[in-house]
């Protein structure tokens, strides 16, 4: 059964930074890709940074380019989202996602907050 399970989300100040971590089980997590998507309230959920299976290639959404940084280490089945420079903007669900055999799995989702 294919399980993710988003950690590390919170409550920051403008222009401070979060690290969330997504511990993936259930398939052969260092085959597939992985993503980050977010769903502001009242919008619809979108992609924000997709990383392959070996790591070596990543992209990112325009709003994010520069300030996040995706990754992931295979031996630990977990994916990572650093958060730099947050803007009021990034508020957010943040929900990690992957597609194994073409079926898309979705995490609990974590709550970034960016707010003075």
């Known amino acids: 059964q294919v399980q993710l399970v988003e950690s590390g989300g919170g409550l920051v100040q403008p222009g401070g930074s979060l690290r969330l971590s997504c511990a993936v089980s259930?398939?052969?997590?260092?085959?597939?890709?992985m993503s980050w998507y977010r769903q502001a309230p009242a919008k619809e959920r979108e992609l924000v940074a997709r990383?392959?299976?070996?790591?070596?290639?990543?992209t990112y959404a325009d709003s994010v380019k520069g300030r996040f940084t995706i990754s992931r280490d295979n031996a630990k089945n977990t994916v990572y989202l650093q958060m730099n420079s947050l803007k009021p903007e990034d508020t957010a669900v943040y929900y990690c996602?992957?597609?194994?055999?073409?079926?898309?799995?979705w995490g609990q989702g974590t709550q970034v907050t960016v707010s003075s």
């Open positions: 990383i392959f299976s070996t790591g070596s290639i990543t």
């Open positions: 259930g398939f052969t997590f260092s085959t597939y890709s």
């Open positions: 996602s992957t597609a194994p055999q073409g079926r898309r799995y």
